[in-house]
């Protein structure tokens, strides 16, 4: 069975890196887009971008200019860093697994809360 | 672009439920997906392709639609369907998702 499960710090001040990681257990990141989506309180969802394991990256062109995902294969992880932050950079952030065979999003960590503010 | 509606529906158990989805331009039924959001929770999926329902689904939702139009169909609303509902397409932006309906059970 998949699980994904965020971490890191909920707290991050303006203008800072917000820094999240992503913890893959039950199937190899060698396989399958490894992806960022991201949801303000009370709003929609945002997608931010996608790792492959061979470094391949995809971001959202909103985003694009302020961040970085990676993937670590020997850690099982992925992580996403997301520059000079603002209040508007607030929201519950999610990490997901992509589906080739379905072309959607199957697996959903449960997300992590991270506030922008001084 | 993908636009949902209505942006609510409150509907009585056992009626049913349809949620639309349009998009600003065609977009491939292979890479247009419906997700269930209930309070405190990740999304899940539900339709994927348009039209095929996830794993562990029941059988009462329904996808259906191609080119900029796409429907859900809840067809007897049961207390537990009560969520928010997104659709999403993968395509040249390359990932969007439609801004949701809420679905309320009276």
């Known amino acids: 069975q998949v699980q994904l499960q965020e971490s890191g710090p909920g707290l991050v001040k303006p203008s800072e890196t917000l820094s999240l990681t992503c913890t893959v257990s039950?199937?190899?990141?060698?396989?399958?887009?490894w992806n960022w989506i991201r949801q303000p309180p009370g709003k929609g969802l945002e997608w931010i971008g996608y790792?492959?394991?061979?470094?391949?990256?995809k971001y959202s062109p909103s985003l694009k200019s302020r961040v970085s995902i990676s993937v670590d294969t020997s850690r099982n992880q992925f992580s996403l860093r997301l520059n000079s932050v603002t209040a508007a950079d607030t929201a519950l952030y999610y990490c997901?697994?992509?589906?080739?065979?379905?072309?959607?999003?199957?697996?959903w960590g449960r997300g992590t809360m991270v506030t922008a503010s001084s | 672009v993908l636009t949902q509606s209505p942006g609510t529906l409150s509907l009585s158990p056992g009626e049913r439920a349809t949620l639309s989805c349009w998009a600003s331009?065609?977009?491939?039924?292979?890479?247009l997906t419906w997700y269930q959001q209930k309070p405190g929770q990740a999304p899940r999926l539900v339709i994927y392709?348009?039209?095929s329902r996830a794993t562990g689904i029941p059988d009462r939702f329904s996808g259906s639609g191609s080119g900029t139009d796409f429907t859900l169909t809840i067809s007897r609303l049961e207390p537990e369907d009560s969520a928010v509902y997104y659709c999403?397409?993968?395509?040249?932006?390359?990932?969007?998702f439609g801004g949701g309906t809420k679905v309320e059970i009276k």
């Open positions: 997901a697994k992509w589906s080739e065979r379905y072309n959607a999003f199957d697996i």
């Open positions: 039950g199937a190899s990141m060698n396989s399958y887009y």
């Open positions: 790792a492959f394991h061979s470094g391949a990256t």
């Open positions: 331009q065609s977009v491939s039924s292979s890479y």
């Open positions: 392709g348009a039209s």
């Open positions: 999403q397409h993968y395509g040249t932006s390359p990932v969007t």
